[in-house]
């Protein structure tokens, strides 16, 4: 549903089917308007289950307090799950602020924010999200507003532009 799940290379690792554990997890933290944007395990013997979460849909970010009830909810499932045969690390946080915008909920989840798109004609295009639709994106360069069609962007990054931060 317009949402990234990445396979684990360690999926003997795991008694329950990822899938299952995804559904299972995005059931609770729907409540809080999030899913699960990224599940993935790193390592064997002593694995790492990193759990990324995300805003169901729209512009703005996972608040502090969402990422903390999200991380004992979804340590509290997996406890009671139970889906590794040994002990392991939990890590849950965000998918961060630079992304491929691969779908149309990470495109609506960029609106006001610097994006990079590389056109099929290998032009580059930087800019501010402005406006997103089944057919086109809108991104306002330097003040003026230019339409790209979807079909003609071969990657598109959301970015970070940090040169107007306060110290």
Request: aromatic share 2%; proline share 4%; glycine share 8%.
């Given at each position: 549903?317009?949402?990234?799940?990445?396979?684990?290379?360690?999926?003997?690792?795991?008694?329950?089917?990822?899938?299952?554990?995804?559904?299972?997890?995005?059931?609770?933290?729907?409540?809080?308007?999030?899913?699960?944007?990224?599940?993935?395990?790193?390592?064997?013997?002593?694995?790492?289950?990193?759990?990324?979460?995300?805003?169901?849909?729209?512009?703005?970010?996972?608040?502090?307090?969402?990422?903390?009830?999200?991380?004992?909810?979804?340590?509290?499932?997996?406890?009671?799950?139970?889906?590794?045969?040994?002990?392991?690390?939990?890590?849950?946080?965000?998918?961060?602020?630079?992304?491929?915008?691969?779908?149309?909920?990470?495109?609506?989840?960029?609106?006001?924010?610097?994006?990079?798109?590389?056109?099929?004609?290998?032009?580059?295009?930087?800019?501010?999200?402005?406006?997103?639709?089944?057919?086109?994106?809108?991104?306002?360069?330097?003040?003026k507003d230019l339409?790209?069609?979807l079909k003609s962007?071969?990657?598109?990054?959301?970015?970070?532009?940090?040169?107007?931060?306060?110290?």
């Amino acid at each position: 549903m317009g949402k990234m799940v990445i396979v684990a290379k360690e999926k003997n690792v795991l008694i329950i089917p990822q899938s299952e554990i995804v559904r299972e997890l995005d059931a609770l933290l729907g409540d809080l308007g999030l899913l699960v944007e990224k599940f993935s395990i790193l390592g064997r013997s002593n694995p790492t289950l990193v759990v990324d979460v995300d805003l169901l849909d729209g512009p703005g970010s996972v608040t502090g307090s969402q990422l903390e009830s999200a991380t004992r909810l979804v340590s509290q499932k997996l406890d009671e799950l139970d889906p590794v045969k040994c002990p392991y690390t939990l890590e849950v946080g965000t998918a961060g602020a630079c992304r491929e915008l691969t779908t149309p909920r990470l495109w609506r989840r960029t609106l006001g924010l610097p994006v990079s798109l590389k056109l099929t004609s290998r032009k580059r295009v930087n800019g501010v999200l402005k406006a997103v639709d089944e057919e086109n994106v809108t991104v306002t360069i330097e003040g003026k507003d230019l339409q790209v069609a979807l079909k003609s962007i071969e990657t598109a990054r959301s970015r970070v532009d940090i040169s107007n931060m306060e110290e």
